[in-house]
């Protein structure tokens, strides 16, 4: 981010962020205005950040966008807004012991116990309930979804 550009913030509609950041982008690029970058984060509801070098520019951007509401007074910088930028790892809120249902793959719909969190690898090692035979398995942490934070590791 150069010196001559700062984080501006459009307030949206609800559940609307992703279709007023994309029509944004398209009026920004049809009215050839100095808008550098636009995010939607998802825990960010009802915003929109937008990085350009002037107010002028984003007011001009979200006139004709429907859901785009207001722009919101002042400016941000990079670094209030860096904790967007990086991704969180996907086994975040997984724990031994901890009851999850795969979601994606062959087991999808299996329901099974967390028996470790690899955060390097973003991986978890399960055993599945409904196994004849307990195999440990590794997934993806972002195939799964936390039904029950259960700490008992040994059951």
Do not use: C
């Not at 984060?41 to 107010?55: C, H, N, Q, R, T």
């Not at 910088?77 to 975040?92: D, G, M, N, R, Y």
Request: hydrophobic share 40%.
């Amino acid at each position: 981010m150069t010196a001559e550009s700062a984080i501006f913030v459009v307030k949206t509609t609800a559940n609307q962020e992703r279709s007023v950041a994309n029509m944004i982008t398209q009026s920004a690029r049809k009215e050839h205005l100095d808008i550098r970058a636009i995010l939607a984060p998802d825990e960010l509801k009802g915003y929109v950040l937008i990085e350009a070098s002037s107010p002028g520019d984003v007011e001009q951007a979200i006139q004709t966008v429907p859901h785009a509401r207001a722009l919101v007074k002042g400016q941000s910088s990079i670094e209030e807004i860096s904790h967007f930028l990086t991704p969180k790892p996907t086994v975040t809120g997984i724990s031994e012991g901890a009851i999850i249902e795969i979601t994606s793959g062959p087991f999808k719909g299996e329901k099974a116990r967390v028996k470790r969190v690899d955060e390097g690898h973003e991986e978890i090692t399960v055993e599945l309930f409904d196994a004849v035979v307990p195999i440990p398995i590794t997934i993806r942490g972002d195939t799964v979804r936390v039904l029950r934070k259960d700490e008992e590791g040994n059951a």
